[in-house]
């Protein structure tokens, strides 16, 4: 029992247990059906086994459970000391586990929950500038980085049309020399043709 616990929280809970009891023994009625009964009445909670109270949600909108779980509790199978059947099991029981069938057996055959009328009112909140603030930043940084790359394309563009004209140029300054090299060459031949005669 929790009053033996090693745990603090899981002790002083076990001894609340104990105190309350002296003033309404009905608190640790067996049956999880009492208990149920009771918080449907109101100014009533009860910690109890996961599985009831999933199941008596399922079927009642008025109940709601905690998200946070408050002492665990491990459901085991027992065997006899040294059973040859215990080895076994427990190694098929983790495989069942691993595997996901507690999951799909519990989609399968779990109570759904009965539709709820408050459940699909969503309530209405405005839109501030603040909620989709985010939306912009990734907008006005798109935008930027698109600028940006616009920009080194037209620099590089220009920067590639300035070298090619550059290299057009020597190229053709090159040829001119050329040119004038061999007219200066034939020039010479034919002055010193005339010159012989």
Known sequence: MAVNSFNPIFKATGEAYVEFNKSDPTILHTNPAFHVERVKEGKYAWIGDKTYIEIAMASECSLVSIKEEFMPLIYVFGFKD??????????????IHEIGLFQIWKRKWWPKSNFCAGDSIPEAKPISLMDVQSAFYVCFTGIFL????????????????????????????TKTEEMSNKTANNRFIINTKNTRM
């Open 146 to 173: 698109g600028m940006v790359a616009f920009l080194i394309e037209i620099i590089l563009q220009k920067y590639w049309s300035f070298l090619q004209k550059r290299r057009n140029e020597q190229k053709s300054d």
């Open 82 to 95: 040294n059973s040859p059947h215990s080895a076994m099991f427990s190694k098929q029981m983790i495989k």
